[in-house]
């Protein structure tokens, strides 16, 4: 690291901790040339995330996105902003260990299968849109793969 005041290279680490929450180290530095003190921050870099679309077209990864589907989801439902934000932030978690870069496909079935398990309405929702529902024998076709899927005793 290199002195703002006198740019020698040499310098030690006085004091260390976590910042930003967690994202990042603050450090506090002393020059072993001239004594000035000063702070750095470390974070993270974090590699471009991007989802290519059924179009051909690629854009950033938005979680704000996927927030926004599943509110509308379960809009009037008994699910909390707690909840849409964890389903979220376990939605991109999953989805950057897959790579930097995923199909919109992925991004859609992750919802599904998270949002199954916190509301059925919400998830019958989510897939009309998605799965692009054009008749109610589309809605029964998919309650009754849901109902399969969590029935515990099957026949």
């Known amino acids: 690291?290199?002195?703002?005041?006198?740019t020698s290279q040499d310098?030690?680490?006085?004091d260390s901790r976590a910042a930003e929450d967690g994202s990042a180290i603050r450090r506090r530095r002393?020059?072993?040339a001239c004594g000035q003190r000063f702070t750095t921050y470390?974070?993270?870099?974090?590699?471009p995330f991007v989802v290519a679309k059924r179009t051909g077209g690629r854009e950033p990864f938005e979680r704000a996105k996927v927030?926004?589907?599943?509110e509308a989801a379960a809009k009037?439902?008994?699910?909390?902003?707690?909840?849409?934000?964890?389903?979220?932030a376990?939605?991109?978690?999953?989805?950057?260990?897959?790579?930097?870069?995923?199909?919109?496909?992925?991004v859609g079935l992750a919802v599904l299968e998270r949002l199954r398990a916190v509301d059925e309405v919400a998830y019958l929702r989510f897939a009309s849109v998605y799965k692009d529902f054009s008749a109610a024998g589309d809605f029964e076709r998919e309650a009754g793969l849901l109902k399969k899927s969590t029935d515990p005793n099957p026949p």
């Open 11 to 14: 310098d030690k680490v006085v």
């Open 30 to 32: 002393e020059c072993l």
């Open 76 to 88: 009037n439902r008994p699910v909390s902003a707690e909840q849409i934000a964890t389903l979220a």
């Open 42 to 47: 470390e974070r993270l870099e974090e590699v």
């Open 67 to 70: 927030m926004a589907g599943i």
């Open 90 to 106: 376990d939605i991109e978690e999953a989805l950057r260990i897959a790579g930097p870069e995923v199909t919109s496909e992925q």
């Open 1 to 6: 690291m290199r002195c703002p005041r006198c």
